[in-house]
T-cell receptor, first 115, second 114 residues
Framework: DQQVKQNSPSLSVQEGRISILNCDYTNSMFDYFLWYKKYPAEGPTFLISISSIKDKNEDGRFTVFLNKSAKHLSLHIVPSQPGDSAVYFCAASMYSGGGADGLTFGKGTHLIIQP | NAGVTQTPKFRILKIGQSMTLQCTQDMNHNYMYWYRQDPGMGLKLIYYSVGAGITDKGEVPNGYNVSRSTTEDFPLRLELAAPSQTSVYFC?????????????FGPGTRLTVL
């Protein structure tokens, strides 16, 4: 059973417009959410995160919104640039009580920025 | 800093063969992780380590073994390769195991078992 869902396998957006990537989760114990970006033949790289005590976090062109009641988060990229073409993974985590707080990943959304 | 490095980049194995995937980090991170990513799926945690000599299972540990003799290295061993282990394997590291601490990923090893 998938606990983190990215229902859009791909998204095509024109350069300069806004890209909105969506993510839903089912486990109400998750309290920290992250977005990772991945280029082909490379490992994922951290992009932005948000704690469950916030509803918005902004970093330059990237903003993540969290709607806890709907168990939904979204990543907004404004304006979209050609270098943003990549696979974006949504991930969620909770306090493990010891050891490591593992990450649960969605399947990813392939964002394609059209010139 | 090279960050997290993985070798080999690609490998084809026959059923029943064994191999070790190498992972090294030069950031002096305490925590290291192994993930696998199957086609069209998200990453799943195989094993992790909280420091030299200490390892623990993740979500999908069956068919794998790990060891952590130094801070820098965290090899993943496949003893009897099976087609179900065809995947891309990513190693990652972080300074702490806290969920707010960024995990840094290596470039991955693409493994095919025929």
């Amino acid at each position: 059973d998938q606990q983190v869902k990215q229902n859009s396998p791909s998204l095509s957006v024109q350069e300069g417009r806004i890209s909105i990537l969506n993510c839903d989760y089912t486990n109400s114990m998750f309290d920290y959410f992250l977005w990772y970006k991945k280029y082909p033949a490379e490992g994922p790289t951290f992009l932005i995160s948000i704690s469950s005590i916030k509803d918005k976090n902004e970093d330059g062109r990237f903003t993540v919104f969290l709607n806890k009641s709907a168990k939904h988060l979204s990543l907004h990229i404004v304006p979209s640039q050609p270098g943003d073409s990549a696979v974006y993974f949504c991930a969620a985590s909770m306090y493990s009580g010891g050891g490591a707080d593992g990450l649960t990943f969605g399947k990813g959304t392939h964002l394609i920025i059209q010139p | 800093n090279a960050g997290v490095t993985q070798t080999p980049k690609f490998r084809i194995l026959k059923i029943g063969q064994s191999m070790t995937l190498q992972c090294t980090q030069d950031m002096n991170h305490n925590y290291m992780y192994w993930y696998r990513q199957d086609p069209g799926m998200g990453l799943k945690l195989i094993y992790y380590s909280v420091g030299a000599g200490i390892t623990d299972k993740g979500e999908v540990p069956n068919g794998y073994n790990v060891s952590r003799s130094t801070t820098e290295d965290f090899p993943l061993r496949l003893e009897l390769a099976a087609p179900s282990q065809t995947s891309v394997y990513f190693c990652a590291s972080s300074y702490t195991g806290d969920r707010t601490d960024t995990q840094y990923f290596g470039p991955g090893t693409r493994l095919t078992v025929l």
